[in-house]
């Protein structure tokens, strides 16, 4: 047999490992998510809403996830699981084109059977990560973000290195899609022009300036919906990035957000296999990335990671809000296993998948609990927020099916978000509860708010998470109905709803859509 074609079997045959491993963690995960017995995540069922009126942008996200949704919905159906399975699929297909990505350039240092294994290692790092196996369940940004953040990875070594050039054109799709995705995606291009600078390949710059515009040209149709609604996504993004969301102290935020985010990074990729590396680094020294390989991961990582940083100093940061720097991390554990010995191996092996069934365990564990009749530690429920909206809703549907033609008004962004998800036969016409002329805090807000003041002919309903709020404008209310939501701690929330009762001759109906 020629050497190139007995070089290249192993590349493939670590293909279909790969592919094997996906498909068999995204039916597990897809079961999971069908068996889990809890509803949507609040951000969750916003998207759906945007799913139904697809735009090219929307208060707080650009439309990539509507989107994904809107077509997840279509072919699956509207179900909780069929709602989330595209956004979900996205983490599979991240982790094979990182490992066809990290195979291929493993083969330019190394021989085929070990280049293939950094591919399967890759691979089966990021599947059994908690990052895929918790956000894995559930249909957010981050997971477009994480497929477009490692295709532009890969097609910007592809044209830089292996001087491909449709891989620039890739690079922009990847680009534009990213920045449609989720605005954090601009940290990787700053990155990445700066690895751009430093590359012998003076040429490369202009083409990546060029893919750059493209991608800026992909994402204009948002930034032309954001200046026409009055930048609604730019000021929320910068409140959330700018601003903290604790109170109190800076010193105390200070000393408790940065080390629990730094915590939190250790434990989102594979807090398992840490302890092997550990092991495997006593032993003896690791192997080392490609120095061009490991600056690329250095400088795509480095602007999202200083960024978190700055959050968590603030006391605003949440763990996952640098996911993508973590892809780099696991090329790095992967190169490392792929040169280890078969023991080390096989102790990664088992840590990994020791780690994906305790992940598994986390996420049906509370379902399986609840119908053998066991306890379940409501601490460790990963769907605790998200448990008993449909419930809650239905108690409410006789109410809200009695008034057809009403308006029904909520207190807040949660609970607009589930009674539309969770009501959505009924049609209902919603407003958010905004007295006064301020800025809008939430989508809801942003598109359709009610004020307390007489006029048309109109049934209101106010749906509110704990007792209404008062009026004060000469208005009542009469209750109608209450709703209990629960988790495995008993009652989270108590839902009211209620009917506004105007003034004789007069009715309260007045939103501003």
Request: with cysteine; aromatic share 8%.
């Amino acid at each position: 047999m020629p050497q190139h074609a007995s070089g290249a079997w192993p590349l493939w045959h670590g293909a279909g490992v790969c592919c094997a491993l996906a498909l068999a963690a995204y039916a597990w995960r897809l079961l999971l998510c069908a068996q889990a017995g809890a509803s949507l995540h609040i951000d969750e069922a916003q998207y759906w809403d945007w799913s139904n009126q697809l735009q090219w942008g929307y208060y707080s996200k650009p439309p990539v996830i509507a989107a994904l949704i809107a077509l997840s919905t279509r072919l699956f159906g509207d179900s909780e699981t069929g709602l989330r399975a595209l956004a979900m699929g996205c983490y599979p297909a991240t982790a094979l084109v990182l490992s066809a990505w990290v195979s291929s350039v493993a083969s330019r240092w190394q021989p085929a059977p070990r280049a293939a294994r950094v591919g399967v290692w890759a691979c089966a790092i990021f599947l059994a990560s908690p990052i895929a196996g918790l956000l894995g369940v559930v249909a957010t940004t981050d997971g477009p973000l994480l497929l477009c953040w490692t295709v532009a990875l890969a097609s910007l070594w592809w044209a830089v290195v292996s001087r491909q050039r449709l891989a620039w054109v890739v690079l922009a799709v990847a680009a534009g899609t990213g920045l449609l995705s989720k605005y954090s995606f601009a940290a990787w291009m700053v990155g990445a022009a700066m690895w751009v600078l430093m590359q012998p390949e003076r040429r490369s710059r202009a083409a990546f300036a060029l893919a750059m515009l493209a991608a800026l040209a992909i994402w204009s149709p948002n930034l032309a919906w954001n200046h026409a609604a009055g930048w609604p996504t730019w000021r929320h993004t910068a409140d959330i990035t700018l601003s903290s969301s604790r109170q109190g102290g800076l010193l105390a935020a200070h000393a408790t957000a940065l080390p629990g985010f730094l915590l939190g990074q250790l434990l989102l990729l594979a807090p398992l296999l840490l302890p092997v590396l550990v092991w495997l680094r006593r032993r003896g020294p690791l192997a080392a990335l490609p120095p061009r390989l490991a600056s690329l991961l250095s400088w795509t990582s480095l602007p999202l990671l200083l960024m978190g940083v700055a959050q968590a100093l603030r006391g605003g940061a949440q763990v996952n809000w640098i996911a993508p720097v973590h892809l780099a991390v696991c090329v790095a554990m992967a190169w490392v296993l792929a040169s280890a010995s078969v023991q080390a191996r096989r102790v990664a092996g088992a840590a990994l998948v020791l780690q994906f069934l305790l992940i598994s365990l986390l996420v049906a564990g509370p379902a399986l609990a609840g119908r053998s009749g066991s306890a379940w530690p409501a601490a460790l429920d990963p769907w605790a927020r998200m448990r008993g909206w449909q419930d809650a809703v239905s108690s409410l549907g006789p109410v809200l099916r009695a008034h057809p033609d009403a308006l029904v008004v909520g207190t807040t962004r949660q609970v607009l978000a589930q009674v539309g998800y969770h009501a959505r036969g009924l049609g209902l016409q919603r407003a958010a509860w905004q007295p006064g002329d301020g800025a809008a805090q939430h989508h809801y807000a942003q598109r359709c708010r009610w004020q307390p003041v007489t006029g048309g002919p109109r049934t209101v309903l106010l749906l509110s998470e704990g007792p209404p709020p008062a009026l004060g404008t000469g208005l009542a209310l009469q209750p109608l109905a209450q709703a209990a939501v629960h988790d495995l701690r008993g009652v989270r929330q108590t839902l009211w709803l209620s009917q506004l009762l105007p003034p004789a001759g007069a009715a309260a109906d007045q939103p501003h859509c």
